[in-house]
């Protein structure tokens, strides 16, 4: 029998962040956090995507780019994933195909390797283009089903 490891995510810099403080964790509380969660193990650490994004922007008075960065440097045994809404990328409208292939491929070149991509209509269409981008990439692409109960 072919028996492979569970990997576990950690979630909390990104929806821990997200669900407990409305993203309002600036980078200088993140980072000295980052080495402990780096030392574990993890599958993957889930550091950026959802809020974060415009959390940065509109609210911390961050550059979300160079977050992603800093975070890559303070975690490097870890690889880093993102939630991505699909066709919407992090935003709240569609945006056009090569604006996705675009973001994905400076995501993926800013220290993102795992790309949890969905769309909050499940409608499949709209996480193809992201998956095909995360692919050519040679990054990991996730499709996920957001559901409720």
């Not at 509380?29 to 193990?41: F, S």
């Not at 400076?106 to 499940?122: H, V």
Request: net charge neutral.
């Amino acid at each position: 029998m072919n028996k492979k490891a569970v990997g576990i995510t950690e979630l909390v810099l990104r929806d821990g962040n997200q669900s407990l403080l409305a993203t309002r964790m600036r980078i200088e509380d993140i980072l000295p956090i980052c080495e402990k969660p780096d030392r574990v193990g993890y599958w993957s650490a889930e550091v950026w995507g959802g809020a974060t994004f415009d959390a940065c922007i509109r609210y911390l008075g961050e550059d979300p780019w160079e977050r992603l960065r800093l975070i890559r440097k303070a975690m490097p045994n870890t690889p880093l994933q993102m939630l991505l809404r699909g066709q919407n990328i992090l935003g709240y409208r569609h945006y056009a195909d090569d604006v996705v292939e675009s973001f994905v491929e400076r995501a993926a070149a800013n220290g993102i390797d795992i790309f949890r991509i969905f769309d909050g209509l499940n409608d499949l269409r709209n996480i193809e283009c992201a998956v095909r981008a995360t692919l050519r990439v040679h990054k990991h692409a996730q499709g996920n089903s957001p559901s409720s109960l």
